[in-house]
């Protein structure tokens, strides 16, 4: 079925993409590639190892779709600010991001640079669709893609769990598109997990 994962032999899925499909995941993907940013390779002739031992940094985004993407480990996001123990939770939170982020950063740009380098490899005609078919490893860069796609498109949309409004947009709101968006890669996000888990 168009626009559904099924499950391929060996542990990957397939899914048939049209044109604008595809289109619009690969330019999603991009603009999660440009949101993470472009990371920091080591310079030519620089000891690869000295990157994984850089420090990141501690202190969490100020952009929301990346403090979304890059919470804080530590500490209860509901807590009232300046409870017991607050200052204590952020110095650990700190401390956890100042070794982890950067490598999340770098996991989550491979993941979409997979996603994206997958879409480069159909050709759709212009009338018809494209199989995308995927193997083990590629089929779980696309899963962690698609959520992080949701993370960041929920954040801006400023979603919340009992948030029906939304869905209910008339067609001339200007969010419409991307809670369209929103919508369509959950649905894929959904039968991807099913496929992978059946």
């Known amino acids: 079925?168009?626009?559904?994962?099924?499950?391929?032999?060996?542990?990957?899925?397939?899914?048939?993409?049209?044109?604008?499909?595809?289109?619009?995941?690969?330019?999603?993907?991009?603009?999660?590639?440009?949101?993470?940013?472009?990371?920091?390779?080591?310079?030519?002739?620089?000891?690869?190892?000295?990157?994984?031992?850089?420090?990141?940094?501690?202190?969490?985004?100020?952009?929301?779709?990346?403090a979304r993407l890059f919470p804080d480990a530590y500490g209860d996001p509901g807590r009232e600010p300046g409870g017991d123990g607050e200052e204590k939770i952020r110095e650990y939170a700190a401390e956890f991001r100042r070794y982890t982020e950067n490598d999340l950063r770098a996991r989550k740009r491979r993941d979409a640079l997979g996603v994206v380098h997958a879409l480069d490899r159909l050709h759709a005609p212009e009338d018809g669709e494209a199989l995308l078919e995927l193997a083990p490893e590629e089929s779980r860069q696309w899963l962690a893609t698609l959520n992080d796609l949701r993370l960041a498109i929920g954040a801006r949309l400023e979603v919340t769990e009992d948030d029906q409004e939304l869905y209910r947009?008339?067609?001339?709101?200007?969010?419409?598109?991307?809670?369209?968006?929103?919508?369509?890669?959950?649905?894929?996000?959904?039968?991807?997990?099913?496929?992978?888990t059946a």
């Not at 809670?179 to 997990?193: C, T």
């Open 169 to 196: 947009l008339p067609d001339s709101d200007p969010r419409k598109p991307m809670v369209m968006a929103y919508l369509w890669l959950g649905g894929l996000q959904e039968s991807l997990i099913g496929t992978l």
């Open 1 to 66: 079925m168009p626009g559904t994962f099924e499950a391929v032999p060996g542990g990957g899925a397939a899914v048939a993409l049209d044109p604008v499909e595809i289109s619009i995941l690969r330019s999603l993907a991009v603009q999660l590639l440009e949101l993470v940013g472009p990371g920091d390779e080591p310079a030519d002739g620089a000891d690869p190892l000295d990157a994984l031992f850089a420090d990141g940094p501690s202190d969490p985004p100020s952009d929301p779709a990346l």
